[in-house]
Every structure is written in structure tokens, then in C-alpha cells.
């Protein structure tokens, strides 16, 4: 049994507190900690009221700053934090970790504030040191990255002896009903899909314009066909890194042309920027005051109709014969409102940050260094999927659908 803290009190942070509390024999004693104190004590008064015995305690923190952040780890000792901030928090709550000797966990690499620039340097950098201390930094427990980066372990362990092209899929069938609304913090979905697009080709990053491949991609189970477009998604780095035999690996998710058209338009006039633009004297990032203007993420779980369907397509050899693997999880949006008050996005995040979180609280994973999900052994996390509300098929397929 392990007390720990979450740092994040948005869709995510909601839903890894609920799961949390859902399994209070691993997970005795919880601190929901964010910048704005009164979304914790939301959300902590509604786990409360499905468990009305479970020990969870909030506090307002501002995770930019390491001080204080050592402040409220040296007060509260916990075992394990799970970060559900945003990404731009990943070093200075590492930081913080390391001063106080506390475990590390997080969904979504490091990201400076100034820059779009998403890669897993500046985390694997904390290697030794978190190495030294006999902490363990376990990167991107989400779904993607984090259940993709396990769908493909899985897939390497049990169904080839060498993976050679790998594409991920990233379904979102749910319909909201706004005229345009992102389904996790805007200001990081909007950077990460108008980014440049890289897949990985022959041993190097190729890089293609944002939304320039586009295919369409029929989902099993009646979930529907869709539009998916290829882009770039930070664990192609680290499985490109962890699994050399790959030759290809490349990301798709699936937009709306209803979203699309909102973004092209919002990008021509300029609303996107991430540099700060003069208005009237004061200073203001254009993306950070659309954020301020589109609904809240977290408000979009009663709205929410439709499934997601997100899984990994693999192809490689097996016993001298070309394979071709497909591992995937479908997840009903209202289904995740009924038991956790939150849409399928931020359940299917929540889901496996709690379970990374459980197999090192168990020792099953618990390990000193930095890893990605796809070094570890993925046969309990996997397990788990089925058992917390995120069950998984795996079926042969003919060919890869790319
Ligand atoms: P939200 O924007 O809904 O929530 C973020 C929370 O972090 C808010 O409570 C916010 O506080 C808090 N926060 C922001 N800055 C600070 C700070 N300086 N100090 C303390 N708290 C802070 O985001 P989501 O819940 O949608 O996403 C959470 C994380 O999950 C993100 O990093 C996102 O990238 C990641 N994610 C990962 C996915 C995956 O599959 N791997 C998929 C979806 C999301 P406040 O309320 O005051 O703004």
C-alpha cells in the first residue's frame, strides 16, 4: 500500500483520482495537488461519493516551480507522483522527485513552453541520476503514448521474432456536438497536430508537412470507417530507439473534416501562435487566449457520444514467415461518463497512468532509471487493461492496411 500524489486536476487528473481511489488496497492515501485548489476539492468531494471511504486530501501547488514542489513532497512523503499537469511541468516535478527521493510517472514527454519541440531527450538526460538515487521515472503512461507502447511489446513478445513496421491508429468516432472543441488540453493538442509530420523510414525521421498523408481506415466492430491522417507522436521516438529491427513506424489519427476546417482557418488567421503578440500593451499568446475561449475538455464528458478505437498494427516475421498483427482497444465515451464522469480521452489516459502506477507501487515494474512502457515486461500491464475498463482484442490480419 502506497500513498501518492497526482499533480493535475483536469479530465485526466480526474479520472486517474477516481481510479485510483477504485483500488484503495494498493492506493491507501491520495493527494490531488493543482494549481487551482477548487478542482481538487471537486473532484475529491465526487470520488468521495463513490467511495466514501477512501482517503484523498487536496493542495494547491504550482508545479512550475521545483520549490515548491519539494516543499509539498517534503510534507507529504509519498511514494509515487503522477503527473497529469501539463507537459511543460515533466522537469521541474522530476526535479522535485529527485531532491525528495520519490517516484516518478507521467503521460506526455517534456515540452518547452516556447517551442513545439517533442522528443524524450531532456527526460532520458535524468537516466543516472534517477539511477543514483534508486528512483524510478516511468515516461508516458497514457494510451498513446503509453497502452501503444505495451500493444507493441506485447506484440513482439508473443506473436514474432522480429517486428518490422509498426503503424499506430488513433480513432476518435465520439461526436461532442460543438463547432470545434479538442477532447484533451487545447493548447497541447492544437501544437502537437499542426506540427510537422515524422515517421520513421529505413533508420531516420522523415519529415512531411502537418496533414500531408491521409488515408481512410475501417475500424473493427462496426466502430466505422474514418478519416485518419498520419502525424507525429512521441513515441515513435522511443519505440524506434527500443525496437532497432523496426524499418517503419508511423502514427494516424483520425479528424473530422469539421475539425479540420476550424483549424486551417484559425491557423490562416494567426490564433495558433505560441509567440506572444502585442495586443493594446499587453502581451498575449495567441493559442493560450484561444485555449481561454474553447470549452474545457474536462466539460465535454456529458456531451460525448460515440467509441474511440485506438490499437497498433504490426508486421514482422515469425518462424521465417511474414505476420501481421492487429492489437487494439475500443472505448464507449459514455460508458466512461457513467462510471468516472469524464469522456473516453482523458478515461483511456487516466486508465494506464493508474496502472503504471500499480506495478510500481507493487514492485512489478519497479525499477531504478528512466524508462518507456515498451522496456518493461508488458504481460501484467496488459492484464490489467482488461481488468480496470480498457479491455483489448488481438487479431491476425491479412496485410497492413498502409
Ligand atoms: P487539462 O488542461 O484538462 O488539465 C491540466 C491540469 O494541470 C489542470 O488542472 C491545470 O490546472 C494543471 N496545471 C497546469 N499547469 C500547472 C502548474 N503550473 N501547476 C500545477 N498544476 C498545473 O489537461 P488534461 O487533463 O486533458 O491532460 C493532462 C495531461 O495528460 C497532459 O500532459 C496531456 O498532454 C496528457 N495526455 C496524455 C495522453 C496520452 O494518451 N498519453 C492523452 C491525453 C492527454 P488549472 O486547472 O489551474 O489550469
Known amino acids: 500500500m502506497a500513498k501518492i500524489i497526482i499533480i493535475g486536476a483536469g479530465g485526466v487528473g480526474n479520472v ?3 481510479k485510483c481511489a477504485e483500488l484503495s488496497s494498493v492506493f491507501d492515501d491520495i493527494v490531488l495537488a493543482s494549481r487551482t485548489e477548487q478542482k481538487c476539492i471537486d473532484i475529491a468531494t465526487d470520488v468521495n461519493r463513490s467511495h466514501p471511504s477512501v482517503r484523498i486530501r487536496t493542495a494547491q501547488v504550482d508545479a512550475d516551480s521545483t520549490e515548491a514542489l519539494i516543499r509539498l513532497f517534503d510534507t507529504e512523503k509519498p511514494f509515487l507522483v503522477i503527473n497529469v499537469a501539463l507537459p511543460y511541468q515533466d522537469l521541474t516535478i522530476m526535479d522535485a522527485c529527485l531532491e525528495t527521493g520519490v517516484h516518478y510517472l507521467d503521460t506526455a514527454n517534456y515540452e518547452p513552453r516556447d517551442e513545439a519541440r517533442f522528443e524524450y531527450s531532456w527526460q532520458w538526460a535524468y537516466q543516472e541520476k534517477f539511477r543514483e538515487k534508486g528512483l524510478m521515472a516511468l515516461l508516458g503512461s497514457g494510451f498513446d503514448p503509453g497502452v501503444t507502447n505495451v500493444f507493441t511489446a506485447y506484440a513482439a513478445k508473443h506473436y514474432f521474432d522480429e517486428i518490422h513496421e509498426l503503424n499506430i491508429i488513433d480513432v476518435n468516432g465520439g461526436d461532442h456536438g460543438h463547432p470545434f472543441a479538442t477532447n ?5 493538442n492544437i501544437r502537437e497536430v499542426t506540427a510537422d509530420c515524422r515517421h520513421w523510414e529505413g533508420g531516420a525521421f522523415v519529415t512531411t508537412p502537418a496533414m500531408s498523408a491521409s488515408q481512410r481506415f475501417t475500424c473493427p466492430e ?13 513515441e515513435l521516438e522511443s519505440l524506434a530507439a527500443h525496437f532497432p529491427s523496426l524499418k517503419k ?3 494516424w489519427m483520425s479528424f473530422s473534416d469539421n ?7 484559425l491557423r490562416n488567421v494567426g490564433m495558433i501562435g505560441i509567440e506572444p503578440v502585442d ?4 502581451q498575449v499568446v495567441p493559442l493560450q487566449f484561444l485555449k ?4 474545457d475538455p474536462a466539460s465535454l464528458g456529458p456531451r460525448t457520444k460515440g467509441q474511440t478505437c485506438i490499437g497498433c498494427v504490426v508486421s514482422g516475421l515469425k518462424d521465417g514467415e511474414l505476420v501481421h498483427r492487429y492489437i487494439y482497444n475500443i472505448c464507449n465515451h459514455e460508458a466512461c461518463f457513467e462510471e468516472v464522469k469524464s469522456q473516453a480521452i482523458s478515461y483511456t489516459t487516466g486508465v494506464p ?25 508488458p504481460d501484467a500491464f496488459m492484464a490489467d487493461l482488461n481488468r480496470f475498463g480498457l479491455p483489448w482484442k488481438s487479431t491476425s490480419v491479412a496485410s497492413q492496411p498502409f
Not at 462496426?222 to 512521441?234: D, F, K, L, T
Not at 475539425?259 to 482557418?265: D, P, S, W
Not at 481561454?292 to 470549452?295: D, G
Not at 493508474?354 to 532509471?369: D, H, N, R, S
Open 184 to 188: 484533451f488540453n487545447p493548447e497541447i
Open 222 to 234: 462496426g466502430v466505422g470507417e474514418y478519416a485518419i491522417y498520419r502525424m507525429y507522436h512521441e
Open 259 to 265: 475539425y479540420l476546417k476550424h483549424l486551417e482557418v
Open 353 to 377: 497512468a493508474m496502472i503504471g502506477a500499480k506495478m510500481m507501487v507493487e514492485g512489478t515494474w519497479l525499477k531504478p532509471g528512466v524508462w518507456n512502457l515498451e522496456q518493461l515486461d
Open 292 to 295: 481561454s475561449l474553447l470549452p
Open 16 to 18: 486517474v483520482a477516481h
Open 249 to 251: 513506424a508511423q502514427f
Open 279 to 282: 495586443y493594446n500593451g499587453t
